[in-house]
């Protein structure tokens, strides 16, 4: 199902990716729009985004298509967009007002709405010390297929990358192997245009963690041993207010 005369709306433009995914979409002629939740992400996102439209979410109706028109969303963030140490009730706050503005998104995009979500691979399977913010991008997940579940046709895309950089660098193999912002924003463009869902880990430093990471379960699982983890270390050290 291409994406020919269809809307292609970004959540999280104020993310890295997102800003990679506009520019690359400009240089391939395809029409995006940034999705801004308050006033003042509006005006943030019209600096950052001057030549593309920005959706304003609370207002309606905010996506104004047509009838029959494709709408593919993709979800650079949503609730806890890096490994932070845990401040539960803020994030979880953080993570129900992003879902009501996606809700009704979806609503409005209707059936056959494509929704792509960048997740990241210690989704999959998550050490011990990144649980907290793994648990959050897989409850982003769920949530939102959750909502996708009541649109007739509706397809949900999940890509888990590694770690993305700027540009890779040969100074380190962490710096070689990860993958750049712009090449993960081509893969964006591509799923939107072919408009199938996908589940996809992206990027060689993400296929060769997720390997050592089942490689040392299989050894946990022989030894029954699981390495212990100090409670200050746990996801990292508290916030400082």
């Known amino acids: ?6 809307e292609v709306v970004v959540i999280g433009g104020k993310t890295r990716i997102a800003q990679a995914l506009v520019a690359e979409s400009n240089n391939l002629g395809v029409r995006i729009r940034v999705v801004a939740r308050t006033p003042e992400e509006a005006l943030v996102l019209g600096n950052l985004y001057p030549h593309s439209s920005i959706v304003n979410s609370w207002q309606e109706p905010t996506l104004g298509i047509g009838p029959n028109q494709e709408v593919c969303i993709i979800i ?17 706050e953080r993570f129900r007002r992003d879902l009501s503005h996606m809700r009704d998104l979806f609503r409005e995009a209707g059936a056959g709405v494509h929704a792509v979500l960048v997740s990241s691979v210690v989704a999959l399977v998550p050490p011990r010390d990144r649980a907290y913010y793994a648990t959050h991008k897989n409850l982003a997940e769920s949530a939102t297929a959750l909502l996708l579940r009541s649109l007739p046709s509706a397809r949900l895309s999940v890509i888990y990358p590694g770690h993305l950089v700027e540009k890779r660098t040969w100074a380190t193999a962490e710096g070689l192997l990860a993958s750049p912002y712009s090449s993960l924003a081509k893969e964006l463009v591509t799923i939107a245009r072919c408009g199938k869902q996908v589940m996809r880990v992206y990027g060689i430093d993400a296929r060769l963690w997720l390997l050592a990471r089942i490689l040392r379960l299989a050894l946990t699982a022989v030894s029954r041993n699981c390495r212990g983890i100090g409670l200050s270390s746990r996801d990292g050290r508290p916030r400082v207010q």
Request: negative net charge; charged residues 15%; contains cysteine.
């Open 76 to 92: 650079c963030a949503l609730g806890l967009v890096h490994p932070a140490p845990p401040d539960l009730e803020i994030d979880m």
């Open 1 to 6: 199902m291409a994406l020919r005369n269809s």
